[in-house]
């Protein structure tokens, strides 16, 4: 298969040509995207589903894709304009909305459980504790988050929640990937209740079936309000994490934004740490694997960039792409060769970084070891828990 693997890549690499040559050229009007998106992105209906979380997929499917950024900068979560979100926001590809540190201080609780074990939390505990201290520390974190409602009250303690998870998910992205965090990112977020008040505030008609966006225009990430409690904070969590992206990182090619997103949204937090469980997320998904050679699926998942990463089949690859993060992420090398791919985007943070490249040089046994890794995954999700 490494034999093989040049002529692979080159036509790869030919198709990727191709791909950018299309979304340059201009249409006459926005399409909709058809059929369901996939893990959390950021577009398409909003789910009505009963308490209780989704448990596969394909239930996820029906939330949110990522955002798509028309020429004004915004980054809207809904029908996806025409246009390449990497074109559109040349100018404001890496954010850095506050990029010198903040002075302040940072409260810091420390109680003890009923089980007599010490924790730590930037958030106060809740219930009964004993010996709870507050800690004051000098220096402001590196993510602050300003919520607010438009139309409807904010959900219980979203305040405390919203910056705990944008907290463990920076550090992750800082210990795990080496993601810098110099500066502070003020997350802006406003829950929404009317689909046709999201529309009009994300500024597109076709959002009245999203649920979520984030806006690179002016760093707000909007949540349309659902039923289920717990589905506004994985929604939330989606979209902190393309904020953080685009704050930390740049315009990251589409499959690994959208893997790392579905990946944290997924992330459970307890106090300064949190674990994911990939496995749980791909229920009922072995219908979403990818055919033939494992090198080629790879590539063709990374050709499909911007609009056409949202297009049929979009279901599919949005497992793919939150499987490939999930295995990525369960290895040192993985997390290393991830690493690699995300320090060059940072470099040139305008370019989507030449993924199929940096994988093939990073990960140990090329692109053909990490496809059929990759594969293996998908078919057999190992039952292990993430930790941070």
Excluded at 81 to 96: D, F, G, K, T, Y
Excluded at 231 to 237: G, K, P, S, V, Y
Excluded at 296 to 315: T, V
Aim: with cysteine.
């Amino acid at each position: 298969m490494r034999i093989a693997l040049p002529v692979v890549l080159a036509m790869g690499l030919g198709f990727l040509g191709w791909v950018l040559q299309r979304n340059l050229e201009p249409e006459a009007s926005p399409r909709p995207v058809q059929g369901p998106a996939g893990l959390i992105a950021d577009s398409v209906k909003a789910p009505q589903l009963a308490a209780g979380r989704p448990e596969s997929v394909a239930a996820i499917a029906q939330i949110s894709p990522r955002p798509i950024e028309p020429a004004d900068g915004s980054s809207i979560s809904g029908a996806h304009a025409a246009i390449s979100p990497a074109m559109a926001v040349r100018a404001n590809c890496l954010a850095q909305a506050s990029p010198a540190k903040e002075s302040g201080s940072l409260a810091i609780h420390r109680w003890t459980d009923s089980h007599g074990i010490i924790h730590f939390s930037d958030t106060a505990p809740q219930g009964a504790v004993q010996a709870h201290r507050r800690i004051e520390v000098e220096g402001a974190p590196p993510v602050r988050v300003e919520a607010r409602g438009y139309d409807v009250n904010l959900p219980e303690a979203l305040a405390q929640r919203a910056v705990a998870d944008a907290l463990a998910i920076q550090r992750i992205l800082r210990d795990s990937l080496d993601v810098e965090d110099d500066g502070v990112s003020v997350l802006q977020i406003e829950f929404i209740a009317s689909p046709a008040a999201f529309a009009e505030r994300t500024g597109n008609a076709g959002a009245s079936q999203a649920a979520g966006s984030y806006s690179m225009r002016d760093h707000t990430i909007r949540v349309l309000m659902q039923p289920d409690a717990e589905l506004n904070f994985r929604i939330l969590r989606h979209e902190i994490t393309h904020a953080l992206i685009h704050e930390r990182v740049g315009v990251l090619p589409t499959a690994l934004n959208e893997g790392l997103a579905g990946f944290f949204e997924n992330l459970r937090v307890s106090g300064m740490g949190g674990q994911v469980i990939p496995a749980h997320e791909m229920r009922g998904a072995t219908a979403l694997l990818p055919s033939g050679d494992p090198a080629a699926a790879l590539i063709s998942l990374f050709a499909h960039a911007d609009r056409m990463f949202y297009g049929p089949g979009q279901e599919a690859r949005y497992a793919q792409a939150f499987a490939l993060i999930a295995q990525l992420m369960g290895s040192e090398d993985g997390r290393s060769a991830l690493a690699a791919v995300l320090r060059a985007q940072r470099q040139a943070p305008c370019e989507s970084a030449d993924v199929v490249a940096i994988l093939e040089a990073e990960y140990p046994g090329g692109l053909s070891t990490l496809g059929t890794d990759w594969l293996a995954w998908m078919r057999n999700p190992p039952d292990t828990v993430i930790a941070y």
